[in-house]
């Protein structure tokens, strides 16, 4: 995110953060009765607000120069990538994958 700030002329002070969501879920049935969950996960950016109890709220960012949405788009589309390179993005995949089956149970 910081080399998108830096190669881009986005001079305003922000504060955001990265919201890991399932883009889609469902659950597919293999010819011989086995049960698989298929996933599409991605990664939403979401700007911090300032309410006027002084929390920070969240609200999302669809300025499409923002250094974060452009992360947060690139992360998207290399998800899959990503997930076979760092075990911590794998197994938050493989947890997601979890909690559709569960549910589907």
């Known amino acids: 995110?910081?080399?998108f700030a830096r190669t881009s002329d986005f001079e305003e002070g922000w504060s955001a953060r990265e919201w890991f969501v399932v883009r889609q879920a469902e659950i597919q049935l293999s010819e011989d009765g086995v049960?698989?969950?298929?996933l599409?996960?991605?990664?939403?950016?979401?700007?911090?607000?300032?309410?006027?109890?002084?929390?920070?709220?969240?609200?999302p960012l669809t300025r499409p120069d923002h250094p974060l949405v452009r992360y947060a788009e690139a992360f998207?589309?290399?998800?899959?990538?990503?997930?076979?390179?760092?075990?911590?993005?794998?197994?938050?995949?493989?947890?997601?994958?979890?909690?559709?089956?569960?549910?589907?149970?």
Do not use: W
């Open 76 to 105: 998207t589309r290399n998800f899959d990538l990503i997930a076979e390179r760092r075990s911590v993005v794998f197994h938050l995949r493989e947890l997601a994958k979890a909690a559709v089956l569960a549910k589907f149970l």
């Open 35 to 38: 049960v698989v969950p298929y």
């Open 40 to 59: 599409r996960m991605g990664v939403e950016a979401r700007e911090q607000i300032l309410s006027d109890d002084g929390t920070l709220e969240d609200a």
């Open 1 to 3: 995110c910081f080399d």
